[in-house]
């Protein structure tokens, strides 16, 4: 079965700082992946997703995430962070080839001070 | 509008008093999965179906019933809640299932407290 880790479970930026949010995973075949935002009180919202390809995908909001198959990683990157971007991130892997169970990270609260 | 719709947003009950959580998609997608999500522990599945009548446990199942007898419809059933069944509740929607391209639309969620 497959495994999420994210390490950092609270991080704290100012505005215009770089963010990087650490996401790895424990699987043995081929994964797709996925990085979801949760606003304060809304649903999760797909941010981008790896499926096959070009392992740097481009999201929405400026995020965009690398997958390094070496690393079992795939971690979430924006250059320039802003207050609208307080929310919660989760990675989630499931197994390549349909009709699999998700696996969520166990999430990072990003908090953005103006 | 494409959308994953669960009612109630919130709800108070006692224990071991039944209770069912709708859930309803409008985008004919194959796969519905319930989450609890818990301060700490992120987002865990309880049960997902691939189609109408077509389910399967999830990671947390225990005191949990689903069915699917609709494609649109995916109820979530609490037969004797308990108070370690107070959670904020998701559901969620996908073509297919996510492993094949498509990513999950989730629900505004659902906020359940047992006393």
């Known amino acids: 079965a497959q495994s999420v880790s994210q390490h950092n479970h609270h991080v704290i930026l100012s505005e215009a700082a770089s963010l990087e949010l650490g996401c790895n995973y424990s699987y043995g075949g081929t994964v797709n992946l996925f990085w979801y935002v949760q606003y304060p009180g809304q649903h999760l919202q797909l941010l981008l997703k790896y499926f096959s390809g070009d392992p740097l995908v481009k999201g929405i909001k400026g995020f965009e995430a690398e997958f390094i198959k070496s690393k079992f990683s795939f971690n979430l990157r924006k250059p320039s962070v802003q207050w609208s971007d307080t929310a919660e991130y989760f990675c989630a892997v499931t197994p390549g080839g349909g009709y699999q169970k998700v696996t969520f990270g166990t999430g990072t609260k990003l908090q953005v001070i103006p | 509008e494409a959308q994953v719709t669960q009612n109630p947003r919130y709800l108070i009950t006692v224990t071991g008093k039944k209770l069912t959580v709708t859930c309803s998609q409008n985008m004919n997608h194959e796969y519905m999965s319930w989450y609890r999500q818990d301060p700490g522990l992120g987002l865990r599945q309880i049960y997902y179906s691939m189609n109408v009548e077509v389910t399967d446990k999830g990671d947390v199942p225990e005191g949990y019933k689903v069915s699917r007898k609709e494609k649109r419809n995916f109820p979530l059933i609490l037969e004797s809640p308990s108070p370690n069944q107070t959670s904020l509740y998701f559901c969620?929607?996908?073509?297919?299932?996510?492993?094949?391209?498509?990513?999950?639309?989730f629900g505004q969620g659902t906020r359940l407290t047992v006393v």
């Open positions: 969620a929607s996908s073509l297919q299932g996510v492993g094949v391209g498509t990513e999950a639309f």
